[in-house]
């Protein structure tokens, strides 16, 4: 049988519940990254690193509840947290001490955090970071750089997404892509020629690259970043809501010694259930406060309602979860594993001759197949090559890889990638190599590698 085969083989009843969910939504799923031809699977539960569908098959999870499950699904104490909060309430309408914990952990945690406001998600974190920006510095502009994800809302879905200049989104109005710049990462000299028109509000970057490292920084990028936007008075706007309390506790900030402006949060801060937040410095985010000025208040003052920021379930999981990484001990654990699969995962396609190489940092990787690449000898690190970035995978290849790991027990994120987490295990491991060699040998098998 063949990978595709074999799939609809193994998922006869995700495919009945896809054939419904194509009556309600559209293309059948509720996240652009969900799907997947001819049909998603449909999960019915999950535990630890792991996660099983409705046709009973087990898989070891990558996806990771797309970056925010860094203790797994359903830890105990996670749980135990929430399960406590929900009979007490979730939502008073009203301040209460659990916002305060999280926001008092945010503060600890991230270095440029000196001021706190929680949101629903990571879209809507960046949406207020950008009108921060604008409104702190009276400019309109916003500067980002090609390939950068930073949710779906106008000001930045807008932006160049590929070479071709088109919009990543239709639906955008001309006028507000108008403001919404985009250039290439990594070159410096293009930024500051921009930036020296004097009216770009913010540069706002994937601090360890393009989709989540996809495409990776150069060494010294964001240092060079800090200094042309200060040069300029723009603001820095380091959109954390991936690499936040993963490449480090306090993100990639801590992990290269630069401090943005403002930072955006979600994922990993909400204890895998929805939240997010913005923050920075205290005279930025403080365009939010009330104060004892009518002026200013009507007419300068940042207004930020959000009928479900900071509620109590999801600061409840947040506070536990920030609380229990706070030692590294699961960083550590994350990382080591992630520091053994890309090494074995390049050894496999050096074996089985596939062009493409494995690399990440800290706890997640990437794929990139089909094309020669160079592979990290040390570490796991993208290994540069002047003026190189890591080549892409075809879409066609990254389905039948995604298929083909699903038909083996392994779910990847978006198919070419995924994340490790504090409570994945070495088995966890041997079996991914198992079923990334088995796929390998499939595709080449059926001509595609
Ligand atoms: C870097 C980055 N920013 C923003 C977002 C948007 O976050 P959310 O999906 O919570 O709206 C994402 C989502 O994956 C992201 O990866």
Same mark, same amino acid.
């Given at each position: 049988m063949t990978i595709l085969e074999t799939y609809q083989h193994r998922h006869p009843g995700s495919a009945r519940l896809y054939e419904e969910a194509l009556r309600t939504f559209p293309s059948g799923v509720t996240h652009d990254i969900r799907y997947l031809a001819p049909f998603p699977i449909f999960v019915e539960r999950a535990q630890g690193s792991h996660k099983w569908d409705v046709d009973g098959n087990e898989y070891i999870d990558f996806v990771m509840g797309h970056g925010a499950l860094f203790l797994g699904h359903a830890h105990p104490e996670i749980t135990r947290a929430v399960l406590e909060q929900a009979p007490k309430? !979730? $939502?008073?309408?009203? *301040?209460?001490?659990?916002?305060? +914990?999280?926001?008092?952990?945010?503060?600890?945690?991230?270095? *440029?955090?000196?001021?706190?406001? =929680?949101? *629903?998600?990571g879209t809507e974190a960046t949406l207020m970071a950008t009108r921060l920006a604008r409104a702190y510095t009276s400019r309109d502009k916003l500067l #980002? @750089?090609? /390939?950068?994800? $930073?949710?779906w809302h106008d000001a930045l879905v807008g932006a160049r997404f590929a070479e071709s200049d088109t919009p990543r989104s239709a639906g955008v109005p001309a006028a507000t892509l108008s403001n919404t710049l985009s250039v290439p990462q990594n070159d410096i000299r293009l930024v500051e020629e921009r930036l020296a028109r004097g009216d770009v509000a913010a540069v706002i970057l994937e601090p360890t690259g393009a989709s989540w490292g996809t495409l990776p920084l #150069? +060494?010294?990028?964001?240092?060079?970043?800090? +200094?042309? !936007?200060?040069?300029?008075?723009?603001?820095? &706007? =380091?959109?954390?809501?991936? !690499?936040? =309390?993963?490449?480090?506790l306090g993100g990639a900030q801590e992990r290269y010694g630069v401090t943005p402006d403002i930072t955006t949060l979600a994922k990993i801060l909400a204890g895998g259930l929805p939240g997010g937040a913005v923050t920075g410095k205290a005279d930025i985010v403080s365009m939010i406060e009330f104060r004892d000025n009518p002026e200013w208040n009507q007419e300068r003052r940042v207004a930020h309602p959000g009928t479900f920021n900071a509620n109590p379930l999801s600061a409840a999981a947040g506070v !536990?979860?920030? *609380?229990?990484?706070?030692?590294?001990?699961?960083?550590?654990h994350a990382d080591g594993l992630m520091a053994r699969l890309i090494p074995a995962l390049n050894a496999v396609l050096q074996r089985r001759g596939v062009p493409g190489c494995a690399y990440?940092?800290?706890?997640? =990787?990437?794929?990139? @197949?089909? #094309?020669?690449?160079?592979?990290?000898?040390?570490?796991?690190?993208?290994?540069?090559?002047d003026g190189e970035l890591p080549m892409r995978t075809s879409p066609p290849l990254v389905q039948a890889l995604k298929r083909g790991m699903l038909n083996h027990g392994v779910d990847l994120m978006g198919g070419s990638g995924g994340f490790t987490s504090g409570v994945h295990t070495e088995a966890d491991i041997d079996h991914?190599?198992?079923? /990334? +060699?088995?796929? &390998?040998?499939e595709m080449q098998t059926e001509g595609l590698l």
């Open positions: 309430g !979730t $939502h008073y309408g009203a *301040s209460h001490v659990l916002e305060l +914990e999280w926001g008092k952990l945010v503060r600890r945690l991230i270095p *440029s955090a000196e001021a706190v406001r =929680f949101t *629903s998600s #980002k @750089l090609d /390939f950068h994800f $930073h949710g #150069k +060494e010294g990028f964001l240092a060079d970043l800090r +200094e042309v !936007t200060r040069r300029h008075n723009s603001l820095l &706007i =380091f959109d954390e809501v991936v !690499t936040g =309390f993963r490449v480090a !536990t979860m920030l *609380s229990l990484i706070g030692d590294g001990r699961y960083h550590r990440g940092l800290a706890s997640y =990787f990437h794929l990139a @197949l089909g #094309k020669d690449a160079p592979r990290p000898q040390e570490g796991i690190e993208w290994p540069w090559q991914t190599l198992e079923a /990334f +060699e088995a796929t &390998i040998a």
